[in-house]
């Protein structure tokens, strides 16, 4: 890739952003999301950064306005009102209503969360501002820092009641949808009975293929209505609420994450009583995911709670050592391999040498079908920053590169791509691939 496409490509991202920014917060895409998600939220930021540091900053605060009294960051902020078009709305969580824990928002929320990309993002976004505004973005993150201690508190805490190291998933939506990985806990579910509904989703993509099925809508809105039931109380969901996963990806990113707030700490003035918490919770999850590894196969493995069962399917967040960027070289060197094997990047099948969702060599793999094979540039973003960090120098270059070029090669900053074709898929100009190019487009410092 030439200086010049470098340019063009950044100039179009940027296009992306400021058309989806709806004054201080930004839409995850302007045709399938047009409220404020969490973890797009944090890579639409990093984007955000590479334009203007502050509009970065706010955000995030943005985002954190919303936070829970719990600690927990929602999965969604309704803050494109009632008339915007998405589909479950506000109605089907009525959050407010049922824990005072979600009271006194500027927003309506969901009762989920996401993975905790956020100290990830601020860090980008310190790293970027330039030495005159340093004293007022410093203010910002100064008080942010709180705010981010107590979100991973409620993960480390509220979400791993038995003190693992492993974050609890409640919902499909906590991240990666249609995942093969949840296959079996939703099959498991019996007799679904969400109220009548009537999706949008499948009728504003035009392709039904790429998104999850009904048969999955019915569980996913089954089990807003159980946790609506549960009035969002960690308590009772752990005793009695049937979807409850240890999710190594979502795990893995609070172990950057936590590594991320400890170079914050620095930055914020954070106390010792805060780094000595969050080097715990450090360690603690990097043990717990350990513990989920597996050396014949070289994946890590999710575990499912209420079935007593590991998952072990070849999908991206096998790689979840990798991810939390594991100190272990023997972890690390079986990671490496698997990952430039025939299973993922290495399948000779696939247009670029990228991480797929799910490995082609899965029986559930689909190339088109959202979670469930094709390339989402987020991840590969995650997993590139993930080998720089651990000093694989060349092989996030590649990433790197190919990324682009497949950005470039669609024309198009989607949602997702078809890994054999590069074909853009799902929602066009989804705020956080732009946001992830604009950071690989970026000039060197
Ligand atoms: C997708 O999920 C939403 C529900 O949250 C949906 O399908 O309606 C997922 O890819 C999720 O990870 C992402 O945050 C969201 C917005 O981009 O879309």
Redesign the pocket.
């Known amino acids: 890739m030439t200086a010049g496409t470098d340019v063009a490509l950044r100039d179009q991202a940027a296009a992306v952003l400021r058309g989806n920014d709806a004054g201080g917060w930004t839409k995850?895409?302007p045709l399938?999301?047009p409220h404020q998600?969490s973890?797009?939220s944090a890579f639409i930021a990093i984007g955000w950064a590479h334009l203007d540091v502050r509009r970065a900053m706010t955000e995030l605060e943005q985002l954190f306005a919303a936070q829970w009294s719990t600690g927990m960051v929602p999965?969604?902020v309704f803050r494109a009102g009632r008339g915007a078009r998405y589909f479950p709305g506000p109605e089907w969580w009525d959050c407010a209503a049922v824990t005072p824990a979600a009271r006194g928002l500027p927003a309506q929320t969901t009762g989920i969360c996401?993975p905790p990309v956020h100290a990830l993002a601020v860090r980008r976004i310190w790293q970027l501002t330039p030495p005159p505004l340093r004293p007022a973005i410093r203010a910002r993150i100064q008080a942010l820092f709180p705010r981010l201690v107590h979100w991973h508190r409620y993960l480390a805490t509220g979400r791993d009641p038995e003190a693992s190291g492993l974050v609890t998933a409640y919902h499909p939506?906590e991240?990666?949808?249609n995942s093969p990985r949840w296959d079996r806990a939703l099959a498991r579910i019996e007799a679904p009975r969400p109220g009548p509904y009537t999706r949008l989703?499948t009728s504003e993509l035009g392709d039904p293929a790429q998104r999850p099925t009904d048969w999955d809508y019915d569980r996913y809105l089954w089990l807003v209505e159980l946790l609506r039931e549960y009035r969002y109380d960690d308590e009772q969901i752990h005793r009695h609420y049937p979807f409850q996963i240890k999710d190594v990806f979502f795990s893995a990113v609070l172990v950057a994450a936590n590594a991320a707030l400890l170079d914050l700490a620095g930055v914020a003035g954070g106390g010792d009583g805060d780094r000595a918490e969050v080097a715990g919770w450090l360690d603690r999850g990097r043990a717990g995911l350990t513990r989920q590894f597996d050396a014949g196969s070289g994946l890590c493995a999710d575990y499912d709670v209420r079935a007593g069962e590991q998952i072990r399917l070849r999908t991206f967040a096998g790689f979840a050592p990798l991810f939390a960027r594991t100190a272990d070289a023997g972890q690390r060197g079986a990671q490496l391999r698997l990952l430039d094997s025939a299973d993922f990047c290495g399948n000779p099948r696939l247009r670029w040498p990228l991480l797929p969702s799910t490995s082609p060599a899965e029986p559930a793999f689909e190339p088109h079908n959202y979670w469930r094979g094709p390339v989402w540039p987020v991840i590969d973003w995650l997993l590139w920053q993930s080998l720089i960090e651990l000093g694989c120098a060349d092989r996030a270059a590649g990433l790197r590169r190919d990324s682009l070029a497949q950005v470039t090669g669609a024309g198009e900053f989607n949602?997702y791509f078809d890994p054999f074709t590069g074909a853009p898929l799902g929602s066009p100009r989804?705020s956080?691939t732009a946001a992830v190019v604009l950071d690989w487009a970026a000039p060197p410092p």
């Open positions: 995850a895409s399938l999301y998600w973890w797009d999965h969604i996401q939506w991240g990666t949808d989703d949602e989804q956080w």
